[in-house]
């Protein structure tokens, strides 16, 4: 095959790819619609802030995750669905908890006003409540669908998995780790930063991706590779945030480059430099993609999910 | 037998329901420290503020109700220990996300600092959260015991009904309402008020006597009845709150009285008096008890109790 070849079917691919990965997120969209809320059951104003959140756009990733290593592990049907919605759900309250003003004070997010931004600082504060809340009221509906003993094991499974790596094990201990370390005058350790990493992003990675393995009857055995492999790709996602907000497209990205430094934020970047951390998140990825090609299953489309987060430019 | 006899009797058995009461009340706060999130798992700043939260004392309605309802219908062991503790959870972060600044802003609770007065508002904003989720993190380890479809369809039912009255449909709804009210210059309509009444106070009541019966294996013909009786105790016990915000003494109350009218804060009091709300407690209930003396199981506690929240004065 001449180069040019060579290039045209590279294009292509990335071309197919990036197709596939809009119609998932479509995808996502649809559900999230579906398991909106509805106005007749609550004050109109608190379903407005919670799905005006919750329709912010964003890459929709856990919710991706999750579905495809249910279908890799030979998950079928729609069972699945209370849960993508759900970790969504509790992605989404976790931005709208992070920017009120008492946390990060942030008014723009995604090239939009944050929650608090339009409904004030109090509904901020019931807006993510009721999110958190309705992600655990999502997800215990998925056991009307149970029939035996195994059906109601894996939903109860799952639950256990999404509430340790939401909660204070999990995604919430990274979040309370990040407050303290800004307000922390020594320098953060490696340590530091990696338990941030590993629990505010790390965790509800993790357990989109256990938790579609796990309703889809996942073998025993392929628990600790799994969690290895998100465990990867969810650092690398994370270090690729701060290398972006040190050389992305403000535009691009729809919210400013260069906070972190301003903000005097220490990340894996300002402690190693932009090329040592791209290089990590190379190996950590092909770390993810080399523990994927072994799984049961058709991995390409996740193989080249996690070749698009490391090269993405926002 | 002679009125001082009678007298004599009475007082007996006053004392004997006291005693039955703190017991209660001691074996739900042993439940909560063997329930207590482990700080080897989490940063020790939150697990701290999650603890000051949830050891802050008050009356253990919730879990108590929950529990008694599971005897009076037959139910045994340690199975309901899980929901005790996770509805108390759910109670307390509601009042630590109450009292932030953005919300009502109070520095004081139960005469003692509140939550965000402690730690800051960013650790009141997490530990609430952290307080929720933990609260599902325990009520799903309740899967554990179980063996039978039966069994799996319980727990499973018992979280449909904390995760409804929890959020936007029940609890969240009513704070959500209650905030709106504060911002309202029109005088509340009665609606209103009984709307924010049975969501922020009933829903969670209705919740813990639900899962408790739920639990113990109710037939389903008494679902409606029990809910009726759950929401009569929520909202007498609200009202007889707003009471003594008027009647009550500040040092036995540990908090200020007369702040719903100096807030400009309308309740059922400011709307029909004192004399009228004190009438509405008493038909309310004892609605409530009839519906309990009809209930399968001795009520005797449950109707003392009920009269105990109608004539406390803190």
Redesign the interface.
């Known amino acids: 095959m001449s180069y040019e070849m060579q290039d045209e079917n590279h294009k292509n691919k990335e071309v197919n790819f990036q197709e596939k990965l809009a119609e998932k997120a479509a995808h996502v969209e649809e559900l999230l619609q579906k398991y909106l ?1 509805d106005e007749q ?3 109109k ?3 407005e802030a ?1 799905n005006y959140s919750l329709l912010a756009g964003g890459k929709r990733l856990r919710p991706i995750l999750m579905q495809e290593m249910y279908q890799m592990f030979g998950g079928e049907g729609h069972g699945i669905e209370n849960f993508m919605a759900a970790i969504e759900m509790i992605h989404t ?1 976790s931005l709208v ?1 992070d920017d ?4 990060d004070n942030d008014e723009y997010r995604r090239g939009r006003k944050t929650t608090w931004a339009v409904y004030g ?6 807006a ?3 999110l ?3 992600a ?2 999502t997800a ?2 998925a ?1 009307t669908g ?4 195994e059906d ?2 894996r939903v ?1 499974s799952a ?2 998995v999404l ?2 790596n ?4 999990g995604m ?2 990274g ?3 990040d ?2 370390a800004e307000q922390q005058s020594d320098p953060l350790t490696e340590a530091q930063i990696l338990y941030i990493h590993t629990h505010k992003t790390g965790a509800l990675i993790k357990a989109a991706m256990m938790i579609g393995a796990i309703l889809a009857g996942m073998p025993r055995e392929w628990k600790t590779e799994l969690g290895q492999c998100a465990m990867d790709i969810g650092i690398a996602f994370q270090i690729q945030d701060d290398i972006l907000d040190v050389t992305g497209d403000s535009g691009e990205m729809g919210k400013p480059v260069g906070s972190d430094a301003a903000n005097g934020k220490q990340t894996y970047v300002t402690l190693h430099g932009v090329e040592e951390a791209g290089a990590e998140v190379e190996r950590l990825s092909n770390e993810a993609i080399e523990i994927l090609r072994r799984m049961p299953g058709d991995s390409s489309f996740m193989e080249d999910l996690v070749n698009y987060l490391i090269h993405r430019r926002y």
Chains 1, 2 share one sequence.
Do not use: K, S, W
């Open positions: 809320p059951c609550a004050p104003t608190i379903v919670m309250y908890h009120l003003p008492a946390m600082d109090a509904m901020g504060i019931l993510g409540d009721g958190l809340n309705y655990f009221e215990v509906q056991f149970c029939r035996t003993v109601y094991q109860a639950l256990r509430g340790f939401a909660g204070i094990g919430i201990g979040q309370t780790a407050i303290e």
